[in-house]
T-cell receptor, first 113, second 109 residues
């Protein structure tokens, strides 16, 4: 089934630990995005990539890094997790055709303790 | 700054009609999107408006007025499964989506 796969589904992480959230899509979409969603704040863009080999910073990039070595994969890394990074993380992709919007993965619920 | 406003929560009755409003102020405009998000799930695309007017898709319709910075999502013949959050998002001049905080819609029998 075409779509976006995120892993893990949920994770409890000790503060200070390093963590990589995985995101893979099989739709050959050029653009990919990482968002965090917190109650009352809506979706906030962390990092994005318009095409393989390029990345850009979103609204809340601090403490996060990304890479885009190929079209399909867009991992998000927390170098040293802090409790304020407790959130639900969504990966999304877009073909560039606005009539279809963004396609989202099922999300990763991360708790930093 | 960029801002998207929508009500935090609305309640409606099964079988009725509900209108969810969204107002926006963004740097540039390249279209407005509505998404549906059930609790604990990912957002799913509902509609896209780039020109003024009404777009109808079955029970759901979305309206846009660019001069007023205003959109609404109209849901007809409400069903219990329509209980969800509805997210308004605007694509700005950099082709990035700016998101509202979402409207939680509660449907009562």
């Amino acid at each position: 089934i075409a779509g976006i796969t995120q892993a893990p589904t949920s994770q409890i992480l000790a503060a200070g630990r390093r963590m990589t959230l995985r995101c893979t899509q099989d739709m050959r979409h050029n653009a990919m995005y990482w968002y965090r969603q917190d109650l009352g704040l809506g979706l906030r863009l962390i990092h994005y990539s318009n095409t393989a080999g390029t990345t850009g910073k979103g609204e809340v990039p601090d403490g996060y890094s990304v890479s885009r070595a190929n079209t399909d994969d867009f991992p998000l890394t927390l170098a040293s997790a802090v409790p304020s990074q407790t959130s639900v993380y969504f990966c999304a992709s877009s073909s560039g055709d606005s009539n279809y919007g963004y396609t989202f993965g099922s999300g990763t619920r991360l708790t930093v303790v | 700054g960029q801002n998207i406003d929508q009500p935090t929560e609305m309640t409606a009755t099964e079988g009725a009609i509900v209108q969810i409003n969204c107002t926006y102020q963004t740097s540039g405009f390249n279209g407005l999107f509505w998404y549906q998000q059930h609790a604990g799930e990912a957002p799913t695309f509902l509609s896209y408006n780039v020109l003024d007017g009404l777009e109808e898709k079955g029970r759901f319709s979305s309206f846009l007025s660019r001069s007023k910075g205003y959109s609404y999502l109209l849901l007809k013949e409400l069903q219990m499964k329509d209980s969800a959050s509805y997210l308004c998002a605007v694509m700005d001049s950099n082709y990035q989506l700016i998101w509202g905080a979402g409207t939680k819609l509660i449907i009562k029998p």
